[in-house]
C-alpha cells in the first residue's frame, strides 16, 4: 500500500511493524554445494545451468534475467557485461560477468531443435514440448540479436527444474529459501565472507540499490574482534604455563 501511494505521488508517514526489515537469517551455498548445484543443473539442461551459474555470479534476481527487454544484444562478452534494460527497481543497471560466466556463454552449443510426437511416434515426456525452437541448431550467441537472452519463463516449470536439480545435488533448504533466490543470498554471502566487501561495498556493486538493504548479509562474516577468541585460555595452555 505504501508503494501504491508514493508511486501516486502521496507522502505519508507510517509506523512500521516491527520486524518490517524482514529475516536477517538467510541461506546461503557454500563453494562446494554450489559447484554440485550447477553440475547437476547443467546435467539436466546446458542453457538451464549457464541461467543457474549466471545467477550466482551476478546475483540478480531472476526476473531480470527472463524478462523480455533481456536480449541476446544486451550481452557483450569483450566487455564481460550484461546490460539490463529493467529491473525491478525500474531502473537498468550494467552486469558485469566473471570470468566463468564469460566463458560458459562462450561454450554454450547451439539449441536443440523441440521434439514432436511425430518424430518421436508417440507421446511426449513431460517438459519436453515446452523447448523453444527459436535459434534451434544456430550457435547459441549468433542467434538473432533481438531474441531474449535465455528461452525459461518463470513458472512451475523452471522452478521444477532447480528442484530435481537441488535433489541430484543432495541438497535441502527450507522451503520458502531453496528458490532461485538462493544464488543471490549466495552471491552476497560470499562477496562478504570471501571478498571482505562491507554494505557500502555491496550497494556499489549495483545489485542493491541502498545500504541498508544489503546490511542483512553481514552478519554472515565474523569480525575480528570475534576471532580473538582464539586467544583465550585452554586447558592445554593453562598446563603449559
Known amino acids: ?36 548445484l550447477l553440475d547437476a543443473a547443467e546435467a539436466i539442461d546446458l542453457e538451464f545451468g549457464l541461467l543457474c551459474c549466471t545467477l550466482l555470479y551476478t546475483g540478480r534476481r531472476i526476473g531480470d534475467l527472463l524478462n523480455e527487454e533481456t536480449k541476446l544484444r544486451n550481452l557483450n562478452l ?31 552449443p547451439p539449441r536443440p531443435y523441440r521434439p514432436s510426437k511425430i518424430a518421436a511416434r508417440g507421446p511426449l515426456r513431460n517438459g519436453e514440448a515446452g523447448r523453444s525452437q527459436l535459434g534451434a541448431g544456430v550457435p547459441f550467441l549468433e542467434r538473432d540479436p533481438d531474441q ?3 528461452r525459461f519463463h518463470q513458472g512451475g516449470y523452471l522452478r521444477g527444474l532447480l528442484a530435481e536439480a537441488m535433489k541430484k545435488a543432495g541438497l535441502s533448504f527450507p522451503r520458502r529459501q531453496r528458490g532461485f533466490h538462493l544464488f543471490c543470498h549466495t552471491y552476497a554471502t560470499w562477496l562478504v565472507t570471501i571478498a571482505k566487501l562491507d554494505n557500502y561495498a555491496l550497494a556499489r556493486t549495483g545489485r542493491w540499490k541502498d545500504p541498508r538493504s544489503a546490511e542483512g548479509y553481514l552478519h554472515t562474516a565474523v569480525s575480528s574482534e570475534a576471532k580473538m577468541a582464539d586467544v583465550l585460555p585452554t586447558p592445554t595452555r593453562a598446563k603449559a604455563v
Open 1 to 36: 500500500m505504501i508503494a501504491v501511494l508514493r508511486r501516486s505521488g502521496v507522502e505519508l508517514r507510517f509506523h512500521r511493524p516491527k520486524g518490517w526489515r524482514g529475516e536477517k537469517s538467510k541461506s546461503f551455498l557454500e563453494p562446494d554445494q554450489a559447484f554440485d
Open 78 to 108: 569483450k566487455r564481460a557485461t550484461l546490460y539490463l534494460r529493467n529491473t525491478k527497481n525500474r531502473e537498468p543497471v550494467t552486469v558485469h560477468l566473471p570470468p566463468i560466466v564469460v566463458e560458459k556463454f562462450k561454450a554454450m
Open 148 to 150: 531474449r537472452l535465455f
